[in-house]
C-alpha cells in the first residue's frame, strides 16, 4: 500500500535511524514476497491478467472495502448514476491489484525492463533543477512506478517518508524496493521533520503524498469534489520551510507499463494562506482524477475524519 508523510506539526524532530542491511536480511522468510519474485521475469500482460483476476475477486470478498469505495465515489460524484459507480468500483479494485503485482518487476526486474515499461514525460527539466524540490505525487496506484521513475533518471538525492510496517520482513522488503536505485533517503514518519528539511534545503527531491486523511490533529478542512475533507496540510508547510519548488508528478497505468507526466512547477505556491494552498492541491488533483477516476486511491477512508458536529459517512 502507500507511505503517508508527516506534516510539519509533529512531534518533536529526532534523526531517523532507518534498519541497518544485516537487520533486514534477517527478517526472514515471506511467502508472499517470494512469490513476488517468483512473477517477477513473467510477460506484462499475464501479470496484468493475474491482477484482473485478483481484483474480481477482491471486489467479490472484500466487502467493508467495497463500501469505503462506494460511499466515496457517491459522495464526490453523486451525478453518476449507480452502476456507473459499481463500473468504476470494480475497475478500482482490478487496477490495485495489478499495481500491487507490478511491484514484483519494479522491485525485483532488471533496470532495463523497468526503463522500458516506465516511460518519463512531460516537463522533466524542472526535477533537474538543483533547487530544494517538492514533486506532488497523489495517491494514484502507479505511484510506486513514478518514484522509481525519478530514482532512475536523476542523479540527486531522492526523499521519501514511510511508515514501518508491523511484518519486519514486509518492511524490509518495501525498504529495499523504493531505494534500489539511485541515492535515497527514506525518514520514518515518526521522526518529525528537522532532519528532512535539511536535507530538502541542501537540493533534495522529496516524493510526498499528501493527498489523505491522518485525523483532526494533523489535518485541516478543504473541499475535495465539495466535501469538506480532512487534508495534511504538509505540501504548503513543507513548500515554506524548505524554500521549495512544488512540481507534480501524476503516473497513468497503461497497457505498456506506466506514463510518468511531470507537470511544470506551480507559479504563486506557497502564499501565506495555508488554508488556499491546500483548496488548490484538492483543486488540482480533482482535476486529474477526472481523467482516471479508477486509478485513484479510493479504498482510503477519505472522508473519516468529519467537522464538528457532522454524522459520520461510513
Not at 531517523?16 to 527478517?27: I, Y
Not at 475477486?57 to 457517491?74: E, G, H, K, W
Request: glycine residues 6%; hydrophobic residues 45%.
Amino acid at each position: 500500500m502507500t507511505t503517508p508523510e508527516p506534516t510539519p506539526d509533529a512531534a518533536a524532530p529526532k534523526a531517523p535511524e532507518p534498519a541497518s542491511a544485516p537487520t533486514r536480511r534477517a527478517a526472514g522468510f515471506h511467502p508472499g514476497i517470494a512469490f513476488m519474485r517468483l512473477i517477477a521475469p513473467l510477460p506484462l500482460p499475464w501479470l496484468r491478467a493475474l491482477g484482473w483476476l485478483l481484483g474480481q475477486v477482491l471486489y467479490v470478498l472484500a466487502v467493508p472495502r467495497r463500501r469505503v469505495v462506494m460511499v466515496n465515489l457517491r459522495l464526490c460524484f453523486p451525478h453518476w448514476p449507480v452502476v456507473e459507480r459499481r463500473r468504476v468500483a470494480r475497475e478500482t479494485f482490478v487496477r490495485f491489484a495489478q499495481a500491487w503485482l507490478d511491484r514484483s518487476w519494479l522491485w525485483h526486474g532488471p533496470a532495463e525492463r523497468v526503463r522500458a515499461r516506465v516511460r518519463l514525460e512531460g516537463a522533466v527539466e524542472a526535477l533537474a533543477d538543483p533547487k530544494p524540490t517538492l514533486v506532488f505525487a497523489p495517491h494514484f496506484y502507479g505511484l510506486d512506478a513514478g518514484g522509481m521513475a525519478l530514482t532512475l533518471n536523476f542523479q540527486r538525492p531522492m526523499l521519501s517518508i514511510y511508515t514501518p510496517q508491523p511484518n519486519p520482513a514486509v518492511d524490509a522488503w518495501l525498504h529495499q524496493g523504493r531505494s534500489r536505485f539511485g541515492e535515497v533517503q527514506l525518514f520514518n514518519r515518526s521522526d518529525g521533520v528537522k532532519s528532512l528539511v535539511s536535507a530538502l534545503r541542501k537540493g533534495g527531491l522529496l516524493y510526498l503524498l499528501p493527498d489523505m486523511n491522518f485525523g483532526p490533529e494533523e489535518s485541516i478542512f478543504v473541499p475535495f469534489f465539495g466535501v469538506s475533507a480532512a487534508t495534511v496540510p504538509s505540501l504548503s508547510r513543507f513548500a515554506r520551510l524548505a524554500r521549495a519548488q512544488v512540481v507534480p508528478v501524476v503516473t497513468r497505468m497503461t497497457p505498456s507499463g506506466y506514463t510518468v507526466q511531470v507537470m511544470p512547477p506551480w507559479q504563486d505556491f506557497p502564499t501565506d494562506d495555508v488554508v488556499a494552498d491546500t483548496t488548490r492541491m484538492n483543486r488540482e488533483l480533482e482535476g486529474w482524477i477526472r481523467t482516471m477516476p479508477e486509478q485513484y486511491y479510493w479504498v482510503h477512508k477519505r472522508f473519516k475524519t468529519r467537522p464538528p458536529g457532522e454524522p459520520g459517512v461510513y
